[in-house]
């Protein structure tokens, strides 16, 4: 796949529409790309390479672009194995070629290949330039965003930011659908715990002229980059993006489920807009982790499982805390049909986190929810939509 990004950067990323799961976790119906870059000048340039599952290809896509010409540098600003797998065998192929990263990359390096590479490295630093001949590029170091020896890189003669995994999104560069959803569903399941690292990178990107991004994930941005920049400032921030709700369930039989249901009903009822219900033993997880960021207000319903959480709640939380979850309020619905324990594991688990504000009060089904319990949770919605200033 050959797209001119600019009249002399070109696309040589693959698109993979076979991968199941992304990391061995992420559910990637619409598959994934792995970004690459070439970039032709007085001294032709490589950036980044891809993942081992897309390896002949890439090849073949880069040699096209070559035309028999000889590559000069290939930059590596990320090593995760999904953009660095052929680092190797791309500096076999062409000897000639020079590696260009940080101190911390070249560290890294030998822990991926057993290949010397001491005699070709180029080490840059936070603002050091490299002249391609017409190209000028500058790296902007980026730790934790979201390997320690991440950087991008700025390109002055086409105000190019090739971003790593940075403005990434799930889907291949042919699926038509919304950035924002597929963006933020990668963005705080593998980026998400930086958020301050974020916040630091965006203010150096402030101080460039972008009018391009290029990602090692997703789409190549070319309009509208204020909206991007925006949504990763607001991510970055863990502030809510949205008003609403979401209700995250752990049902057994079917009971806590129903509940959780019944209370997204009264939410509605009440003038609660947007609300959204995801069963965590069936549902996708990050998609789950995704709508807690995205709105302001989250319900935690589980049952009551060998004293503590039912386990998918249980890894519900885990997730969440993993990736810095905070800023929002929460509500607590816990089952249990002889000794109800889970709202007091899910507010200890809460409490472990930063600025979570849990309302006073809960509710607790023993078994099968009664009209008892429906009146409590029509008190616990009008209690949480006051906490949200609704």
């Not at 199941?20 to 790309?33: A, C, R, T």
């Not at 971003?163 to 889907?171: I, P, R, V, Y």
């Not at 399941?189 to 301050?196: D, E, T």
């Not at 998918?312 to 800023?327: G, I, Q, V």
Request: charged share 30%.
């Amino acid at each position: 796949m050959n797209t001119k990004i600019t009249d002399t950067i070109i696309y040589s990323g693959v698109n993979d529409k076979t991968i199941d799961l992304f990391e061995s976790q992420y559910v990637v119906p619409n598959g994934i790309s792995y970004n690459s870059y070439v970039i032709i000048d007085e001294k032709i340039t490589i950036m980044d390479t891809v993942d081992k599952r897309a390896t002949d290809e890439w090849f073949e896509n880069v040699e096209k672009i070559l035309d028999g010409r000889k590559p000069a540098y290939l930059v590596i600003s990320h090593l995760e194995p999904d953009h660095a797998a052929n680092i190797e065998r791309f500096a076999q192929k062409y000897p000639e070629v020079q590696l260009v990263g940080n101190a911390k990359t070249f560290a890294m390096l030998p822990q991926f290949f057993d290949s010397d590479f001491s005699h070709r490295q180029v080490v840059v630093k936070e603002g050091d330039e490299l002249s391609l001949g017409e190209h000028v590029l500058t790296f902007v170091m980026a730790p934790m965003v979201h390997w320690p020896e991440v950087m991008v890189i700025y390109d002055k003669k086409d105000k190019v930011l090739f971003s790593a995994d940075g403005f990434g999104k799930f889907g291949t560069l042919d699926t038509d659908e919304d950035w924002d959803c597929e963006a933020r569903r990668y963005y705080f399941n593998i980026v998400g715990k930086y958020g301050a690292q974020v916040q630091t990178l965006l203010k150096k990107a402030a101080a460039l002229d972008i009018e391009i991004i290029c990602p090692l994930h997703g789409p190549i941005l070319k309009e509208n980059l204020e909206h991007y920049i925006g949504k990763y400032d607001t991510w970055s921030k863990y502030e809510p993006e949205n008003k609403g709700i979401t209700i995250a369930y752990a049902s057994i039989h079917g009971n806590t489920a129903a509940a959780a249901e019944k209370f997204a009903e009264i939410l509605k009822e009440q003038g609660e807009e947007k609300v959204s219900v995801f069963d965590l033993s069936r549902d996708d997880m990050a998609e789950a982790v995704e709508d807690a960021f995205r709105y302001d207000g989250i319900v935690f319903a589980s049952a009551t499982y060998d004293g503590g959480l039912f386990p998918c709640m249980e890894d519900f939380l885990a997730h969440l805390k993993s990736k810095t979850y905070r800023n929002r309020t929460a509500a607590i619905i816990e089952n249990g049909s002889w000794g109800p324990m889970a709202a007091k594991h899910m507010r200890t688990a809460l409490e472990g986190m930063k600025d979570i504000s849990v309302i006073d009060k809960s509710v607790t089904i023993k078994s099968m929810m009664k009209d008892s319990d429906i009146k409590n949770m029509e008190d616990m919605a009008k209690e949480l939509r006051k906490a949200l200033g609704r």
